[in-house]
């Protein structure tokens, strides 16, 4: 990889540990296993003492891992969600980039962190990111009218989770997007109309 160039110092670095987080990613979803800082180094094209001013350990680098793909993913969710037309077709993004997500391999990464990184920060992270993943489903539903907001974001929850099983067992995309897609937008383009059985 040829030397990143950069017009401010701060820019070169900020380049620079981008492309070590990249290097560590690719290297943990190709092996499964806690990336060497010589490999690492290797892989983004740097000499391994550069490393060093980026990261003092594989645990750092680990936990730099963990705090730069949890964040991704919701910032991921929440702009797909930020450019749909109405709160129906926002639920149904929250739902399309899930899945997408997982099928570009961010959920097996997740889990292979989880894994393989010390102490608690994953799950922390974790938790963390479903939060911000909540919010701004809360918010679509909210506006669509629906009245039990927190159990219907759980219910499209569990309608990812199996999404994600199905994506991660091999069947395609579009297959499981379909069929979330067949039975959340009825949903969707009626919510707030229909009448609450009493």
């Known amino acids: 990889m040829p030397r990143i160039r950069a ?12 492309a070590l987080l990249d290097a560590a990613r690719q290297i943990l979803a190709e092996t499964g296993r806690p990336p060497t800082l010589t490999r690492v180094a290797e892989r ?8 060093y001013q980026y990261f003092r ?4 680098l680990l936990n730099a891992l ?35 997500l997982i099928s570009e391999g961010e959920h097996a990464l997740a889990t292979v962190l989880a894994e393989v990184a010390p102490g608690d920060t ?18 679509a539903l909210r506006d669509l009218g629906v009245s039990a907001v927190p ?5 499209i929850n569990a309608i990812v989770f199996a999404g994600s099983r199905l994506i991660e067992s091999g069947t395609d995309l579009q297959t ?23």
């Open 151 to 155: 159990e219907t974001a759980e219910m």
């Open 44 to 51: 983004a094209g740097l000499a391994r003492p550069s490393l």
């Open 57 to 60: 350990s594989s645990e750092d």
């Open 176 to 198: 499981v997007w379909e069929s979330a897609r067949a039975l959340l937008e009825p949903f969707v383009r009626t919510a707030g109309t229909t009448v609450r059985p009493s």
């Open 7 to 18: 017009s401010t110092v701060a820019e070169h670095r900020a380049a620079q540990h981008r």
């Open 66 to 100: 963990v705090e730069d793909v949890f964040p991704r993913w919701s910032a991921g969710v929440a702009a797909a969600m930020d450019a749909a037309a109405t709160p129906g077709d926002r639920v149904l993004a929250y739902v399309l980039t899930n899945f997408e």
């Open 122 to 139: 994953v799950a922390e992270q974790s938790r963390a990111m479903h939060r911000q993943l909540l919010e701004p489903l809360v918010r």
